[in-house]
Nanobody
Framework: QVDLMESGGGSVLAGGSLRLSCTYSMDAYTSRIMAWFRQAPAKAREGVAALATLDGRPFYAASVDGRAAINRDTAKNTMFLHLNNLKPDDTVMYYC?????????????????WGQGTQVTVST
């Protein structure tokens, strides 16, 4: 069973930072790629960052423009997404994903398992 649970969302002022956490089961970690996505209401789920589980190599979406960092703590079965210089447009739900089926690391269609999401709200 693949279990993913996000936490760390909340409200922050523009220009601030947040660290999102995704705690996962060992089954989730068998995926060669784990990733963070975000989704605004009535919009498609957008890839933010992905992590190769074998070597920790990161992949980032151009849209985050160097404001995101993805890493993990393997001892705690937790993956992190650090978001810096947050903007109001970053106000969306963030999800972690596992069960990569190959292809693009930032394509939501390539992942089979999802957490429930954590809300980030950025205000001015």
């Amino acid at each position: 069973q693949v279990d993913l649970m996000e936490s760390g969302g909340g409200s922050v002022l523009a220009g601030g930072s947040l660290r999102l956490s995704c705690t996962y089961s060992m089954d989730a970690y068998t995926s060669r790629i784990m990733a963070w996505f975000r989704q605004a209401p009535a919009k498609a789920r957008e890839g933010v960052a992905a992590l190769a589980t074998l070597d920790g190599r990161p992949f980032y979406a151009a849209s985050v423009d160097g404001r995101a960092a993805i890493n993990r703590d393997t001892a705690k079965n937790t993956m992190f997404l650090h978001l810096n210089n947050l903007k109001p447009d970053d106000t969306v739900m963030y999800y972690c994903a596992s069960g990569w089926r190959g292809g693009s690391q930032l394509d939501a269609q390539r992942f089979t398992s999802w957490g429930q999401g954590t809300q980030v709200t950025v205000s001015t």
